[in-house]
Structures are given as structure tokens and as C-alpha cells.
Nanobody, 124 residues
């Protein structure tokens, strides 16, 4: 069983940047697609980005494409989300998750393991 821990969240002004990290323990997750999701107060969990096991395939929500970049370092058992040009509407708890499927998915139900989340707050 894998445990996922997110870090790197915080408070930033609009236009600023943050880099989130997702670290795995318990076993390697180098063979699995990893996704980032977010949930704002009063809203459902929203897909942000996903990366295939090799890093060769990435997917982004339209709302973050061109501003966020997902990457992974399988030697370090870690996945990252670089977030640039942050907007107040990016404020949410950000979660990383390990997919049970081979193809990167935007659907939360296809992810079997989740971290506890890290808060990102963007002030205007």
C-alpha cells in the first residue's frame, strides 16, 4: 500500500508561483499514473493535471493549461506541480492521487490512493 503526502502549499499573491510536491512511501509509484486534483470550499473535487508512469504523457484541465506544469522524478518517487501566474480562483486544497488505470484519467473514481491535501491560497 502506498502513502502519498503533498507539500508546498501556502499563501501567495495573484500572479505568483508555487511548486507542489507529492511524495510516496510504502512502495514505489513509478509504474502508475499520478494525478493532481483540487477542491475549493463548497465545490466538488476538480481535475487539475495528470502524468503517465513514464512522464511521456501529460494532461491538463483547460483552466490551468499553459500556467501549470506536472512532472515526475521516479528515482525520487515524487511528482511535482509547478503553478505559475496563480489566480484567486486557483485557491483550493490540492490533492495528489495514484491511478488504478494505465491511461491518465480526469475522473476521481479511477484513482485509488489519495494524499491528505495541501492548502493553496491566492490573494488578489
Amino acid at each position: 500500500q502506498v502513502q502519498l503526502v503533498e507539500s508546498g502549499g501556502g499563501l501567495v499573491q495573484a500572479g505568483g508561483s508555487l511548486r507542489l510536491s507529492c511524495a510516496a512511501s510504502g512502495r514505489t509509484f513509478s509504474s502508475y499514473t499520478i494525478g493532481w486534483f483540487r477542491q475549493a470550499p463548497g465545490k466538488g473535487r476538480e481535475f487539475v493535471a495528470a502524468i503517465s508512469w513514464s512522464g511521456g504523457s501529460t494532461h491538463y484541465a483547460d483552466s490551468v493549461r499553459g500556467r501549470f506544469t506536472i512532472s515526475r522524478d521516479n528515482d525520487r518517487n515524487a511528482v511535482y506541480l509547478q503553478m505559475n501566474s496563480l489566480k484567486p480562483e486557483d485557491t483550493a486544497v490540492y490533492y495528489c492521487a495514484e491511478s488504478t488505470g494505465v491511461v491518465p484519467s480526469r475522473t476521481p473514481i479511477t484513482y485509488g490512493y489519495w494524499g491528505e491535501g495541501t492548502q493553496v491560497t491566492v490573494s488578489s
